[in-house]
């Protein structure tokens, strides 16, 4: 993970990338017991090609983490590590998807639709979403097989495995808290803000951080400016994320801009719109949001109701605040020059993004 070719103040995040798509290839290659069985093979197939997208935002935190408080560059180890994150985030994303019924994922269908429709399943979708549960289980157990074979010494052993079992209750709690939540509308602002620190700015940004950190060594000031840069930067990504769901494009962000309405996921967007509507804009938020059946005729109406509301606008102000915060909190922290330029570029990533 050489960064000769980067300016000095700031991380080769493409080289990190890499590194991390490397383990995580060489660690399916070598499933070669089960990839040359007819019977397994299209389903190890389907989740290689899932697993060779995405933006590895957690491994590149943890990689960041590591090098924010002296960690050395190249380790193996860390690579490792971090590839472990992103295989349980594969499995994070493939329930998820069940549990949303989404069809599409990163532009191409969800896996448990790919699975459902090698299998000639297209009726009941059943085969597609019991296949996909267990090969999300089994990308759980394969995020245990990297982390536990990284070489790891005794003490980041103590360090990390803590901190790993807190990120893994945590997104599931988080996950209950969305779910329980879907289709149940509500102005409940600090409730939807609950769901997002737990389900993604915990999972997302501050653990990975210190899962990188805790392994150099980190003590407890650096640990602490993590969270304080991570929580509401963290809490931007999944404001960004709810405001994409409903306006992105979907060529940017692979995914349709009718699921999350369609689901009835009631996001900081939509409890804010109900906090400041008036009773016929409210009634038509419920009417309209959670209906499966909703067109994109039915979603500009709920779109002219968020801005008539000012609601957009509110999470936009929601989003700059939390920026700006994460900036702040980097100032003073105890972290290596080329981290810090580093966090801030990904902090402008993640909320500037349009996918």
């Known amino acids: 993970m050489s960064t000769q070719t980067m300016p000095p103040d700031v991380l080769d995040t493409g080289l990190m990338r890499k590194a991390v798509d490397t383990v995580l290839e060489d660690f399916l290659a070598g499933k070669t017991e089960f990839a040359k069985r007819p019977s397994t093979a299209q389903l190890l197939g389907a989740f290689a090609e899932f697993m060779s997208g995405g933006k590895r935002i957690r491994p590149l935190l943890a990689l960041t983490g590591w090098r924010a408080v002296g960690g050395e560059r190249g380790s193996e180890s860390i690579v490792r590590v971090a ?3 992103e295989m349980f985030h594969g499995f994070a994303l493939i329930h998820d ?6 069809d599409t994922r990163r ?13 000639g399943d297209d009726h009941s979708g059943q085969f597609g979403r019991s296949a996909a549960i267990l090969l999300g289980d089994l990308a759980f157990t394969w995020a245990d097989e990297l982390l536990h074979t990284a070489g790891l ?3 980041q052993y103590a ?5 790993i079992t807190e990120m893994r209750t945590e997104v599931m709690l988080g996950q209950y808290l969305d779910l329980r939540a879907t289709g149940d ?3 409940d602002v600090e409730a939807t803000l609950t769901v997002n620190r737990y389900k993604t700015a915990k999972y997302t940004v501050e653990r990975p951080l210190h899962i990188g950190a805790a392994m150099a060594g980190a003590g407890p000031e650096a640990m602490a400016a993590c969270t304080a840069y991570a929580i509401p930067l963290g809490e931007a990504f999944q404001l960004r994320d709810d405001l994409l769901g409903v306006y992105g494009d979907v060529m940017d962000t692979g995914k349709s801009r009718l699921d999350d309405l369609r689901a009835g996921k009631n996001t900081t967007l939509v409890a804010l719109a109900l906090r400041a509507s008036d009773a016929a804009q409210a009634a038509r938020l419920r009417a309209l949001i959670g209906d499966p059946s909703l067109e994109e005729a039915g979603a500009e109406e709920v779109r002219a109701v ?11 102000r929601l989003i700059d605040d939390r920026y700006q915060q994460a900036l702040r909190a980097l100032d003073t922290a105890p972290f290596a020059p080329e981290a810090t330029a580093t966090l801030k570029n990904l902090a402008r990533t993640a909320t500037r993004r349009n996918s």
């Open 159 to 163: 360090a990390l495995l803590p901190l």
């Open 107 to 119: 532009g191409r269908p969800a896996i448990h639709r790919t699975l459902a429709g090698a299998h």
């Open 83 to 85: 590839a472990s994150l």
């Open 97 to 102: 998807d069940i549990m949303d019924d989404s």
């Open 306 to 316: 968020f801005a008539a509301t000012g609601a957009r606008e509110a999470v936009e």
């Open 153 to 155: 010494t005794p003490v």
């Open 185 to 187: 509308l509500s102005d």
